[in-house]
């Protein structure tokens, strides 16, 4: 059973940085397609990041520059490096796993519970 629990959320002033992890569990995290989501109150849950078992990542043109995913492999745990965070970054995370390439995009989806971020101006 694929388990991910996501940490790292919290609270920063416009200009701050935080790093999201989420740690999985029940599969191999290297042979997944992983990603984050966020969905703001009253918006649509949009991918953010994704990275595939070659370690190719996307990013969503919102945050190109400014966000970083990675993975370690021999904690199988996931990571968002937030820099530059903005308000318009305020929402819910969440950590995916699908496991298809990503090249298909997100298709069998597991998530983890979420974790919120909020960025004051």
């Known amino acids: 059973q694929v388990q991910l629990v996501e940490s790292g959320g919290g609270s920063v002033q416009a200009g701050g940085s935080l790093r999201l992890s989420c740690a999985a569990s029940?599969?191999?995290?290297?042979?997944?397609?992983m990603g984050w989501f966020r969905q703001a109150p009253g918006k649509e849950h949009d991918i953010v990041a994704s990275?595939?078992?070659?370690?190719?990542?996307n990013y969503a043109d919102s945050v190109k520059g400014r966000f970083t995913v990675s993975q370690d492999n021999a904690k199988n745990t996931l990571y968002l490096q937030m820099n530059s965070l903005k308000p318009e970054d305020t929402a819910m995370y969440y950590c995916?796993?699908?496991?298809?390439?990503?090249?298909?995009?997100?298709?069998?989806?597991?998530w983890g519970q979420g974790t919120q971020v909020t960025v004051s101006s």
């Open positions: 990275i595939d078992s070659a370690g190719s990542t």
């Open positions: 995916a796993a699908d496991p298809h390439d990503c090249s298909g995009g997100f298709r069998e989806v597991y």
């Open positions: 029940g599969h191999t995290l290297s042979s997944y397609c």
